[in-house]
């Protein structure tokens, strides 16, 4: 059963920072692509970072310079560090897995909560 487990949402400031960790079982993790996706309200998901196999990366403008996308083989997880937060960054993080292998292997997380706000 694959499952991957958000962690480290919450309440910051503008300007602030938050790291989010997303812990990864019942996959081949190190095969697979890692992305952060994120969902605001009255908005659709979009991407936020990916990591693959690899280790290239990939990230939206709107976070370029400020989100740092990195990945743990030997644990499973993949990060996301977020600095200089913005309002407009509130949303909720989706963690997701991603290979490719005759058909696609596609799965989520449940999501964690980030608010940006004084």
């Known amino acids: 059963q694959v499952q991957l487990v958000e962690s480290g949402g919450g309440l910051v400031q503008p300007g602030g920072s938050l790291r989010l960790s997303c812990a990864a079982s019942?996959?081949?993790?190190?095969?697979?692509?890692m992305g952060w996706y994120r969902q605001a309200p009255e908005k659709q998901r979009e991407l936020v970072a990916t990591?693959?196999?690899?280790?290239?990366?990939n990230y939206a403008d709107s976070v370029k310079g400020r989100f740092t996308i990195a990945r743990d083989n030997a644990q499973n997880t993949v990060y996301l560090q977020m600095n200089s937060l913005k309002p407009e960054d509130t949303a909720v993080y989706y963690c997701?897995?991603?290979?490719?292998?005759?058909?696609?292997?596609?799965?989520w997380g449940q999501g964690t909560q980030v608010t940006v706000s004084s």
């Open positions: 997701n897995a991603q290979r490719r292998l005759g058909n696609l292997y596609n799965y």
């Open positions: 019942g996959i081949l993790f190190r095969l697979y692509t």
């Open positions: 990591i693959a196999a690899s280790g290239t990366t």
